[in-house]
């Protein structure tokens, strides 16, 4: 992945190349598998990870909690917000 340069928001390449790296390390096979594990539709998911879409407020929760991750990384990772410094 490229290097992270605060202020600069993730590109979808980087969403979506930050996301296969994550269900790997989880051992999560598939996105199928990703969306059952989260109770969200598949491809709603791949919106999200194409910044086609923003996850709902109801969505960060399961979201963080299949990922392991806080809100902000989350919200980083989707675009949403800048990088940290």
């Given at each position: 992945m490229?290097?992270?340069?605060a202020?600069?928001r993730f590109?979808?390449d980087?969403?979506s190349?930050?996301l296969?790296q994550?269900?790997?390390?989880?051992?999560?096979?598939?996105?199928e598998d990703f969306?059952?594990h989260v109770?969200?539709d598949r491809?709603?998911?791949?919106?999200?990870f194409r910044?086609?879409?923003?996850p709902?407020?109801?969505a960060?929760a399961?979201?963080?909690?299949?990922?392991?991750?806080?809100?902000?990384?989350?919200l980083?990772?989707?675009?949403?917000?800048?990088?940290?410094?």
């Amino acid at each position: 992945m490229t290097a992270k340069l605060a202020g600069k928001r993730f590109s979808q390449d980087e969403s979506s190349e930050w996301l296969v790296q994550r269900l790997i390390k989880l051992n999560i096979s598939s996105y199928e598998d990703f969306a059952a594990h989260v109770g969200i539709d598949r491809g709603t998911l791949s919106r999200y990870f194409r910044h086609e879409r923003r996850p709902s407020i109801d969505a960060v929760a399961p979201l963080c909690e299949v990922l392991q991750v806080s809100p902000e990384t989350l919200l980083i990772v989707l675009g949403a917000i800048d990088r940290k410094s």
